[in-house]
């Protein structure tokens, strides 16, 4: 039973680039949440997204940052016009049914902006 | 916003030795988790606490979820070189708002 997957695991991007992190939930999970990550910091929570629906976003930034989970296909969140300090390791979790059920995490998304 | 105090920020300790964490908070959680994160990897679920006083052991792990709801802790008996690492607690509400609060982490640093 794989676990949730994220792609790339690194990604390096120029200011003013577009950054694109894909996840793919556990088999049978349609509830997926997206954390960042600063060094020495613990996870801040970002986004949680049930198919098709975003349900809570109170953690996202208002601007250049946005997500999505279609009915198929991967979960992406997109950072458009990278800056430095969007520097961080970005986490991908899942659960089955939400409702508090125990959230799942994948290997991460390290970040780096030049 | 909510916020974890978590508690002791790092741990030195030697092999064999029980260690124990904690972590509170002036906020109610629903539900309280704990992870443990190795460098490079992503949090890996440790246990999940779901009513208040609830105590909950996976191996030589026991977690409590406080009676008051604003807290709970981690204890590790025997510790072994491989519990190296930084162990999370995260607190949630549900009812939709599902995004789990976590702590800064605790260290642990095993000295053999």
């Known amino acids: 039973n794989a676990g949730v997957m994220q792609n790339p695991r690194h990604l390096v991007r120029r200011r003013g680039q577009e950054a694109r992190l894909r996840c793919s939930p556990m088999k049978g999970h349609s509830h997926v949440y997206w954390y960042r990550q600063l060094p020495e910091e613990g996870l801040k929570f970002m986004v949680y997204?049930?198919?098709?629906?975003?349900?809570?976003e109170s953690g996202m930034p208002k601007e250049r940052f946005s997500a999505e989970f279609p009915k198929e296909g991967p979960s992406i969140l997109r950072i458009q016009q990278v800056v430095r300090g969007d520097s961080a390791a970005y986490f991908c979790?899942?659960?089955?049914?939400?409702?508090?059920?125990?959230?799942?995490f994948g290997p991460g998304t390290r970040l780096t902006v030049l | 916003g909510q916020q974890l105090n978590q508690s002791p920020q790092s741990m030195f300790i030697q092999e064999g030795e029980d260690v124990s964490m904690n972590c509170t908070s002036s906020s109610i959680f629903n539900t309280w988790l704990w992870y443990k994160q190795e460098p490079g990897e992503g949090p890996v679920l440790l246990i999940a606490?779901?009513?208040?006083?609830e105590l909950t052991s996976n191996g030589r792990l026991t977690a409590q979820f406080g009676i008051t709801r604003k807290d709970s802790f981690l204890n590790i008996s025997a510790s072994i070189p491989s519990d190296v690492g930084i162990y999370f607690c995260?607190?949630?509400?549900?009812?939709?708002?599902?995004?789990?609060?976590f702590g800064k982490g605790t260290h642990l640093i095993i000295q053999p």
């Open positions: 979790a899942s659960s089955p049914n939400g409702r508090g059920d125990p959230q799942y």
């Open positions: 997204l049930q198919k098709e629906n975003i349900i809570d």
């Open positions: 606490l779901y009513k208040a006083g």
């Open positions: 995260a607190g949630g509400v549900g009812g939709g708002a599902d995004g789990l609060t």
